[in-house]
């Protein structure tokens, strides 16, 4: 019963979180107005259901017959599920909450990276701010006893991260002739180390591009094979989806990875 209650509340800040992705970039502000289609009509409450109105309006809009993008759809259902198994693996309320709030902002950065290629600083650095407080008032989080040792895991997380990719990017610049990695993955890095320590850091930058590989490598041949014509490899490929996909791995299996690796 308790895993259906989150499961609702995952697909309800899943939906919360398409707005934010939907209007960051756009400078709107994320409370108001209510939801509405791109022909202006408002939505109704009922056909604004996460996951369940996107299926059963078959990703058409009611009102206007406008395709719903499936992405509206992909990120509740991710967002829910991401939150059943953060519950499952967590040991106290308040890891639960840490890990499903820092997934969620990991996820609203990413899907922003893809659709503009820009990381925005309140996420990014504002996270890392946040990140640090939570580390002093939830050492647990950190496996840490005191507040201050957890302190310090934190912020040698941020500066390490932000570091390493720092100088990454300066050698990427200097072998390629121009920028490899922005500045914006700098910060990002930060607020990753910030949240889960350096461990973590390598971790979301080896790890996440090991999966990436893996996962979108046959992803992009198949698609290779179906569509001979129109495929084109993208130029820029944006960093910050894969970073997250290394953080959130190392957020949910990511000692027990370490253990079979170490
Ligand atoms: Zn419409």
């Known amino acids: 019963m308790l895993s259906v209650f989150i499961f609702v509340m995952g697909a309800c800040v899943g939906s919360f979180l398409n707005v934010c992705i939907c209007r960051i970039p756009q400078r709107k502000s994320i409370v108001f107005p209510c939801s509405r289609c791109k022909c202006g009509a408002q939505i109704p409450w009922f056909l604004n259901i996460p996951i369940l109105s996107w299926l059963f309006l078959r990703g058409r809009a009611h009102c206007c017959g406008r395709s719903i993008p499936a992405r509206y759809f992909i990120v509740e259902i991710l967002t829910a599920t991401l939150f059943i198994i953060m519950f499952a693996i967590s040991d106290s309320p308040s ?10 902002l990991l996820l609203v950065i990413a899907f922003i990276d893809m659709d503009t290629m820009e990381i925005y600083d309140p996420m990014s650095v504002g996270g890392m701010l946040v990140g640090f407080v939570i580390s002093l008032f939830f050492p647990g989080w950190h496996s840490e006893q005191s507040g201050i040792s957890s302190l310090i895991k934190s912020l040698s997380g941020a500066c390490l991260g932000s570091g390493l990719i720092f100088w ?95």
Do not use: H, Q
Not at 95 to 104: A, E, Q, V
Not at 177 to 186: L, S
């Open 168 to 262: 990454i990017a300066v050698i990427g610049e200097m072998v390629f002739k121009k920028e490899a990695i922005g500045g914006g993955d700098i910060k990002l890095l930060g607020t990753i180390g910030a949240f889960i320590g350096w461990k973590g850091c390598l971790f979301s930058m080896f790890g996440g591009c090991l999966i990436s590989t893996l996962t979108f490598l046959p992803l992009f041949l198949l698609w290779k094979l179906v569509k001979t014509k129109t495929f084109t490899i993208p130029r820029i490929i944006p960093f910050a989806p894969i970073l997250v996909v290394g953080s959130i791995t190392y957020v949910l299996y990511g000692k027990n990875l370490l253990e079979m690796l170490l």
């Open 95 to 104: 890891n639960f909450f840490i890990g499903s709030g820092f997934c969620s």
